[in-house]
């Protein structure tokens, strides 16, 4: 798809045919000069007082014809317009069709939005859990004088029964149990990328 700038040209053509390009008006430039020949592009044609305009895809034989291969939106309830007699404006444009995205493409932009918004949750828990091996964190759990916590986890809640904090004390305890936390959380993940992509 070719996109140019203040490429505009008039035409008197009539009816469903092929568009004849009269030239371009002053600051402007015309088709051939920016567009080669079966290249194709976003068109709109300017019916002035006649109020009948067009936009499709379009696309050159020759340096003055324009086809109009395919008609996006019109005045004739987005069909192609039987142009009647009177001076046109043809000019390059941007099609609303040309960047809006397709609804099967929107939902995919919503699943991987979402899929990006639970992998940030989850990355922030991971961080809270790193923090607990860094010796230079307070938070701490103290297993001395018992079993390992039992890990709980509801929906997307993590509960460890047993923790207390205590000032600069690490032991192998706090380790264990963070690694058996990440080891959770791993499954999260796993179970979270699964539940998000298909194969189709």
């Not at 600051?27 to 300017?46: L, P, W």
């Not at 932009?109 to 307070?138: K, M, V």
Request: proline share 2%; aromatic share 6%; with cysteine.
């Amino acid at each position: 798809m070719i996109y140019a700038d203040r490429v505009k040209e008039a035409s008197a053509s009539t009816g469903l045919g092929n568009i004849i390009l009269a030239g371009a008006p002053t600051g402007f430039r015309t088709f051939a000069s920016i567009i080669s020949v079966g290249e194709a592009f976003y068109y709109c044609i300017d019916g002035g007082a006649s109020g009948e305009w067009e936009v499709g895809i379009g696309a050159l034989t020759d340096a003055t014809t324009l086809v109009r291969s395919s008609v996006l939106s019109s005045s004739n309830a987005n069909a192609a317009v039987s142009f009647s007699a009177g001076a046109k404006t043809v000019f390059v444009t941007i099609a609303a069709d040309g960047i809006s995205a397709p609804a099967a493409m929107q939902t995919t932009l919503d699943t991987i939005s979402a899929f990006a918004n639970e992998s940030l949750r989850l990355l922030e828990r991971l961080s809270f859990l790193t923090a607990l091996q860094t010796p230079t964190s307070e938070l701490r759990v103290n297993i001395n004088a018992g079993t390992l916590p039992t890990v709980t986890t509801v929906g997307t809640v993590t509960t460890v029964s047993s923790v207390t904090s205590v000032a600069n004390q690490v032991n192998g305890g706090g380790y264990a149990l963070s690694h058996q936390i990440m080891a959770m959380m791993n499954d999260s993940v796993g179970i979270a990328v699964r539940n998000r992509i298909s194969v189709s």
